[in-house]
Structures are given as C-alpha cells and as structure tokens.
C-alpha cells in the first residue's frame, strides 16, 4: 500500500526482512506483527472494508519477504483476524493493534518457555553443535549455563550468511564455552569431539513432522543420525505451519547469488543458493515448544490442535 499513510513503515520493514537485517523467524514474525499495527493506526480511510482490503495486501507484501518461515504468515493471520472480526473500523483497528502487540509479547514469551524446557533436558557439560543462529535454541543454553550446567558449543559458521559468527560472539558474551567450526567440519567435530547433542531452531515445521531449517541442517542431522547422536529442535508454536496440514509444500527460499560470490570472479559460472532446506522427520529426535515436547510422528496431531478450525487470510 505505497500510497496509504503507514506505506512507507510497511516498505521499510519488507525491506529489512528481505534484506536481512532484521532476520531470524521469530523476531520477523514480530516485526511484520508490529509493522500491520503501525499501518493500522496510520490508516485515514472511513470504511471497513476498505480498512480490511488494506491490511490483507500489507500482510500478503510482508509475508512474501520471506517465503519460507511460517512464522510471518501466522503472526499476520493472527493480527489480520482482528480487522476481518469486528464490525466497525474503530473496533477493527484496536482489535489489529491489540493481536500484534500480543503476538510481540508471545514471542518473547514462546522462547522463554522453551529456555526453560530444553535447559532441563541438557546435562551437565554437554557437548553441542548448534547451526545457524536461532534465539529459540540459544535462550536454552543460557538457561542451561545459568543453572551451572556449563555447556560446551560448537558453532558452525553457517555459510553463506555466516549466521555463526552472530552465535559465537552472542554465546561468548554470555560466558558459554564456544568454539566455531567451518560447515563441512560439521560430522569430523561431532565424532571427534564427543558431540552428545545437536541443538537448532526452525523456520517451519511441516505436518509429517519434518523440519525446514537453514541450509545444512539436514546434512549435520543426517551427520547426527549416523553418530546416534539426538537432535533436538527448540520450536514455538508459530513455528508450526497449518497450511501443511492440507498439503501444501513449504516454499524453499533462494537467495541471491551474490551471498555467495561476486559473480566477476566466476564469469560464466552459474551459482545457487537456496538458503533452506528440509530434514525428515526421522533425523528429528523431538520439537521442544512452549506448550512442551512433541515428536515428529505427533506434529500433525500437534499443529491441529493449535490451529485446527482457525481461519486464515493469507
Ligand atoms: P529463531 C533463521 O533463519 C535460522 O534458520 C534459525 O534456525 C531460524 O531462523 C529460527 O530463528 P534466517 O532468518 O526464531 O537466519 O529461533 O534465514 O531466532
């Protein structure tokens, strides 16, 4: 809605989604929760309909940001019912402004909850890879440090947006031990170094209980799978996507090719770069979630229990 007063805090916020600047499946699913509130306020029309026409084509803009986490598409389905709810715009726009600010504060709570959760089922001194950087799966290790556990990490760098690094410098700062890894050491440092854990977050979670990650999660649970080494998923909610339960197929995201190398440097070389992949859910030991643990055989059970009978918009 360029021309629409709160067009420009919606392009903006697209922008840094798409950009990744503002990254991680949560915290875009907060961010494009918040952006439909701030266009909702903004919003100068006199009619309902116009006010719900405008707020489904902010929602559909922001959630085509990133296609692959589930997260922006159910935060804004859960923002967007209250414009498509209530009777009149006055009502509708208190109803959008009330459902983000909730939804901000469930994301915070969500990885809260699974700190807590996951934190329990570590040991003492475990040694654990983890892949990409997820808050989820981070907020367990420092729970788990704060209890004294006293876990010791391997990072990997998580090419080729070296989302590692964010890891390292985030467990250093709250005093974890903390070694980074290049990707392809994933399965050599797991043998080697006694890995008893692989620990990651998710961008969406499919109803047969598979798992959609950054890229190379499915070689290092595959890796895992093949030390009997467990994998745990630390997953809120809004991680788990209700349009898998009517078949649909979670969209993998590529990315531009210059994420990976300057295409002067390799004339003629084509470069891909999808930037997600899908883990089976055989190579899942279990999702830990705020409402607790799931295992992959009951995600279906899981996710139309959470959403069954809701409506989307998007
Ligand atoms: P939290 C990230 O995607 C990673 O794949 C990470 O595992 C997932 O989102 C979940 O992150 P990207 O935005 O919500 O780096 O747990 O492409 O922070």
């Given at each position: 809605?360029?021309?629409?007063?709160?067009?420009s805090?919606?392009?903006?916020?697209?922008?840094d989604?798409?950009?990744?600047?503002t990254r991680?499946?949560?915290?875009?699913?907060r961010?494009?929760?918040l952006a439909?509130?701030?266009?909702?306020?903004?919003?100068?029309?006199?009619?309902?309909?116009?006010?719900?026409s405008r707020?489904?084509?902010?929602a559909?803009?922001l959630a085509?940001a990133?296609?692959?986490?589930?997260?922006?598409r159910?935060g804004?389905n859960?923002v967007?019912?209250?414009?498509m709810t209530?009777?009149?715009?006055?009502a509708?726009?208190?109803?959008?402004?009330?459902r983000?600010e909730?939804?901000a504060t469930d994301v915070?709570?969500?990885?809260?909850?699974?700190?807590e959760?996951a934190?329990?089922e570590?040991?003492?001194?475990e040694r654990i890879l983890v892949?990409?950087?997820s808050?989820?799966a981070?907020?367990?290790l420092?729970?788990a440090?704060?209890?004294?556990?006293?876990p010791?990490v391997?990072?990997?760098?998580t090419r080729?947006?070296?989302?590692?690094?964010?890891?390292s410098?985030?467990?250093?700062?709250?005093?974890?031990?903390?070694?980074?890894?290049?990707?392809?050491?994933?399965l050599h440092?797991m043998e080697?170094?006694r890995?008893?854990?692989?620990?990651?977050?998710a961008?969406a979670?499919?109803a047969?209980g598979?798992?959609y990650n950054?890229?190379g999660?499915?070689?290092v649970?595959?890796?895992?799978k093949?030390?009997?080494?467990?994998?745990?998923?630390?997953?809120?909610t809004?991680?788990?996507?209700?349009?898998?339960?009517?078949?649909?197929?979670?969209?993998?995201?590529?990315r531009?090719?210059a994420?990976i190398?300057d295409?002067?440097?390799l004339p003629?070389?084509?470069?891909?770069?999808?930037v997600?992949d899908?883990?089976?859910?055989e190579?899942v030991?279990?999702f830990?979630?705020?409402?607790?643990r799931v295992?992959?055989?009951d995600v279906?059970?899981f996710?139309?229990?959470?959403?069954?009978g809701?409506?989307?918009?998007?």
């Open positions: 809605m360029p021309s629409a007063p709160g067009g805090l919606l392009q903006s916020v697209r922008r989604i798409a950009s990744m600047k991680g499946a949560g915290e875009i699913g961010q494009a929760a439909l509130a701030g266009a909702a306020k903004a919003f100068r029309g006199k009619s309902l309909a116009e006010f719900r707020m489904r084509e902010a559909t803009m085509a990133r296609p692959t986490a589930v997260s922006l159910n804004l859960f967007l019912a209250g414009a209530q009777k009149t715009l006055d509708a726009r208190r109803e959008v402004v009330l983000a909730r939804f915070t709570l969500a990885k809260k909850r699974i700190a959760l934190a329990k570590l040991s003492d001194a892949h990409c950087h808050t989820a981070l907020g367990a420092v729970e440090q704060r209890q004294g556990k006293r010791i391997f990072a990997t760098e080729p947006f070296r989302q590692g690094l964010i890891t410098r985030f467990l250093k700062e709250n005093g974890i031990d903390v070694t980074l890894i290049v990707d392809s050491a994933a440092v080697t170094q890995v008893t854990r692989v620990l990651l977050g961008d979670v499919a047969d598979s798992l950054k890229i999660t499915r070689q649970t595959l890796a895992a093949s030390l009997k080494i467990p994998v745990m998923v630390c997953a809120e809004f991680k788990f996507s209700p349009y898998t339960l009517e078949g649909e197929e979670v969209v993998i995201e590529e531009d090719a994420e190398v295409a002067k440097e003629g070389v084509k470069v891909h770069n999808p997600f899908r883990t089976p859910p190579q030991t279990v830990v979630t705020d409402a607790g295992v992959p055989r279906a059970k996710i139309r229990a959470r959403f069954g809701e409506k989307r918009w998007i």
